[in-house]
């Protein structure tokens, strides 16, 4: 196991943030680390990362506890980005790169191609307090990334990226996952975890609530969405038993169902409304299942 999580619970004065928690990661997994607005995921990785203690629990990364000596192999996106304005893009990576243990020669090597890499070599001489948000944002992901890290901890790599950048991010983060890298990420964006990630857990409140690989929380979920497409009214559909949330649209509806009965039923509903145009019982989304999940209480 590349990285393991045994009982880890961590308490602020009585209030309990990460609360027992397991976590079982394989070397080159794409991790997704998911939970509402302060369900814990930041103070878990900074206890990864040995930035806070755990008042309980074990750690460890390859057998052993992340220290000082392992950092170079580590690299770290924090969620609260923490640029220095006033120094220059080269001149803060290359002394974040020497931080985690490079020689000035290849980090000046790597930050010109990750620059390149990233579209953004022109900044290479400013300040970084001249940059947009989304290009202070690459500057410090060319900082989780330029030393090769071979456990890559992530929190919200995508928030405040354009779509172009999110799509380049993706695959820098890819690429590192089928060079042998175990990635942990968090994100509340369910389409990136759904498309990245082999493995997840969803916490809440400090518990993992759910977790395995996508296909089996998927599976375990027990519920399937039945997507109509009509161009006539399909509320009447609404009143048959054992629907558990309806999402009417202009082009149609979509039906949260537990029994396969349920599809037929609505099928045979429909089709009395009209000539439908599309009919599919569809497996749930991440965002599904995560709302289901944690977004009642979280309301
Ligand atoms: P978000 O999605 O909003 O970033 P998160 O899952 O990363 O949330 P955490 O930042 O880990 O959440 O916070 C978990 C809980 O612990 C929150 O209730 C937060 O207020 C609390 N907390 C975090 N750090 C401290 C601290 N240093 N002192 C007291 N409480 C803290």
């Known amino acids: ?4 999580l045994e009982n880890v619970t961590k308490r602020f004065g009585n209030f309990t943030a990460v609360d027992h928690l397991n976590l079982k990661i394989e070397k080159g997994t794409m991790y997704g680390f998911l939970g509402a607005n302060g369900a814990g995921k930041t103070t878990t990785f900074r206890m990864i990362l040995g930035l806070l203690n755990a008042n309980e629990g074990q750690i460890a990364w390859n057998g052993k506890t992340i220290s000082y000596a392992t950092s170079p192999e580590i ?3 924090p969620e609260e980005r923490g640029l220095y304005p006033k120094m220059k893009v080269e001149e803060q990576l290359i002394f974040l790169g020497e931080l985690r243990g490079m020689n000035k020669a290849d980090a000046k090597r ?5 620059l390149e890499r ?3 070599p022109q900044y290479k001489n400013k300040k ?10 690459k500057i410090q992901v060319i900082a989780a990334l330029m030393h090769d890290p071979k456990l890559l901890i992530l929190d919200e790599p995508f928030s405040g990226l354009d779509p172009v ?4 991010l993706k695959k820098a983060i890819i690429d590192f996952r089928n060079n042998g890298a175990t990635i942990l990420f968090s994100s509340h964006r369910m389409d990136h975890v759904e498309e990245l990630c082999e493995e997840l857990s969803i916490i809440h409140k400090g518990k993992q609530i759910v977790s395995g690989s996508l296909r089996d929380v998927k599976r375990s979920f027990g519920r399937q969405n039945v997507r109509i497409r009509s161009d006539y009214d399909l509320t009447n559909l609404d009143r048959i038993r054992g629907i558990l949330s309806v999402a009417h649209s202009v082009e149609g509806a979509v039906f949260q169902i537990e029994e396969e009965d349920v599809a037929n039923e609505l099928l045979t ?3 009395k409304e009209g000539p439908i145009r599309h009919f599919e019982i569809e497996e749930p989304s991440l965002q599904d299942i995560f709302i289901a999940k944690v977004g009642k209480e979280h309301a």
């Not at 196991?1 to 393991?4: D, F, I």
């Not at 950048?165 to 380049?168: D, F, K, L, P, T």
């Open 269 to 271: 509903a429909a089709l």
């Open 1 to 4: 196991m590349a990285l393991q």
């Open 75 to 77: 690299g770290y996106l």
């Open 165 to 168: 950048n999110v799509e380049m």
């Open 118 to 120: 990233f579209e953004v």
């Open 110 to 114: 790597a930050i010109d191609q990750w």
């Open 128 to 137: 970084v307090e001249e940059l947009s948000k989304g290009n202070q944002q």
